[in-house]
């Protein structure tokens, strides 16, 4: 079983609409969750970090954690074509080594 | 914020020939670099964790003799794809620990832009 499992997609979507994407994973120690999006050819960028469960948001973007079901989720208010990339969730324990799901590909259609 | 910057950002070589990739901590220092590899439309895959000062050390499967790794400083850290071959086509990009508020672990990751290496 991978540490982290996070379906791959591609999803597609109507611009402005809401976006779920959403990632599980199996060890209770991870503390650290963050999200990446990567456009094609380009390096990961960090969208939003959180530190153990709950909710944060950042403009139209609202990161949630429930460490009891060991899931986390982001989600992407009004979807702007430019929200296409391929989301990466990412956790750790420490800090100090992070566990990547494989990606979901999303494209927003205008 | 941290930015790591990463040279070149795509380069075409003939096989048998050596490339080097270099990875640079812009505004932090970062004991700890980290190499991957991504395939088209699959994610990362960890190649070797890059310490300053000391040997990398590489996930399995990974030749170390083919893919070099050099930490020399605390904002560098170089691969070297030796004898290079179309099969070493790919992606490469490095990352680094970057600072936090409660220290380097908090943030996480900070990626370079990726390097496109062609093997022809």
């Known amino acids: 079983q991978k540490e982290v499992e996070q379906d791959p997609g591609p999803l597609s979507v109507p611009e402005g609409a809401i976006v779920s994407l959403n990632c599980t994973y199996s060890?209770?120690?991870?503390?650290?969750f963050m999200w990446y999006r990567q456009y094609s050819r380009k390096g990961p960028e960090l969208l939003m970090y959180?530190?153990?469960?709950g909710n944060k948001e950042d403009g139209r973007f609202t990161a949630q954690v429930d460490k009891s079901s060991k899931y986390i989720s982001l989600f992407i208010r009004d979807s702007q074509p430019s929200d296409s990339a391929t989301y990466l969730c990412?956790?750790?324990?420490?800090?100090?080594?992070?566990?990547f799901g494989t990606g979901t590909s999303l494209t927003v259609i205008p | 914020g941290a930015v790591v910057s990463q040279h070149p950002s795509w380069v075409i070589c003939k096989s048998g020939t050596s490339v080097k990739i270099e990875c640079r901590s812009l505004?932090?220092?970062?004991?700890?670099m980290f190499w991957y590899r991504q395939f088209p439309k699959q994610s990362l895959m960890l190649m070797a964790t890059?310490?300053?000062?000391?040997?990398?050390?590489?996930e399995q499967g990974v030749e170390k003799d083919k893919f070099l790794i050099n930490h020399a400083s605390l904002t560098l850290s170089t691969l070297t794809v030796t004898s290079a071959h179309p099969e070493d086509s790919s992606f490469y990009i490095c990352?680094?620990?970057?600072?936090?508020?409660?220290?380097?672990?908090?943030?996480?990751?900070?990626f370079g832009s990726g390097t496109r290496l062609t093997v022809v």
């Open positions: 959180t530190y153990s469960s």
């Open positions: 505004d932090f220092q970062a004991t700890t």
């Open positions: 990412a956790m750790s324990p420490t800090g100090n080594q992070f566990y």
């Open positions: 990352s680094a620990l970057g600072p936090g508020p409660s220290g380097a672990s908090a943030y996480g990751y900070t």
């Open positions: 060890n209770s120690a991870f503390q650290y």
């Open positions: 890059s310490n300053e000062g000391s040997k990398a050390t590489y």
